[in-house]
């Protein structure tokens, strides 16, 4: 027996120019199994096929991004950038000092 799953969901692209295409996206799910009736096994020996249509629909509308968005996120980047080094420079400072004043109260013992 074989049975497979079609699950459907509309979806409307529109583009930047304004053009609207009108399409599904689909996922399929296939299951098989052995059905005969001298082991007692349920189900009738096929192939089905079984459909489930979604009842919401998917908008995908194309953007542009401005240049301020751009420029905004490339400053995002570099202050995190930023942050990071300086927190592992605050990092190695502080460990190096810890290290420090260990290897100067060894000396003095």
Do not use: W
């Not at 079609?6 to 199994?33: A, L, M």
């Amino acid at each position: 027996m074989y049975q497979y799953f079609v699950k459907i969901v509309p979806t409307i692209y529109v583009k930047t120019d304004g053009e609207v295409v009108k399409t599904n996206q689909f996922s399929v799910t296939r299951h098989e199994k052995v059905a005969n009736g001298l082991i007692g096994d349920q189900g009738l020996p096929g192939v089905f096929v079984l459909y489930e249509l979604s009842p919401m629909m998917v908008k995908f509308t194309e953007k542009h991004r401005s240049f301020t968005h751009f420029l905004t996120g490339v400053c995002a980047i570099i202050g995190g950038v930023f942050t990071v080094a300086g927190l592992i420079d605050s990092l190695i400072y502080h460990s190096a000092r810890v290290i420090q004043k260990k290897i100067e109260l060894g000396k003095a013992s």
